[in-house]
């Protein structure tokens, strides 16, 4: 039992290096590029790019139970796990702004 502890959490070190390192974006991550990619001025839309990991995992958390509303993000993040949003999160984190 404590090997599997062990192991679980050397996986989970072992993922985030490679998220730090600009692995592949996580399923999902695209369908937020559309709103979240523009430069700004040209979107009114936030750019998610190297914004802390906790900022947009709970902010997205947020949306999924409804503590959160807006047009459309509420419907958009009930369609991802928790464990999805946590990756997306932590990828848009350990990217270049």
């Known amino acids: 039992?404590?090997?599997t502890r062990v192991s679980a959490g050397v996986?989970?070190?072992l993922l985030m290096i490679g998220v730090a390192r600009g692995a592949e974006a996580p399923a999902g991550a695209s369908s937020c590029t559309g709103c979240h990619s523009a430069p700004s001025g040209v979107s009114a839309m936030r750019r998610?790019?190297?914004?802390?990991?906790a900022e947009i995992a709970d902010k997205m958390i947020a949306f999924k139970s409804s503590a959160?509303?807006?047009t459309i993000m509420d419907r958009i993040a009930k369609g991802f796990s928790d464990e999805e949003?946590?990756?997306?999160?932590?990828?848009y984190a350990a990217q270049k702004p």
Do not use: D, E, N
């Open 1 to 3: 039992m404590k090997a």
């Open 11 to 13: 996986a989970a070190v």
């Open 68 to 70: 959160a509303t807006a």
């Open 85 to 91: 949003i946590r990756a997306i999160a932590a990828w």
């Open 48 to 53: 998610l790019s190297g914004l802390p990991q």
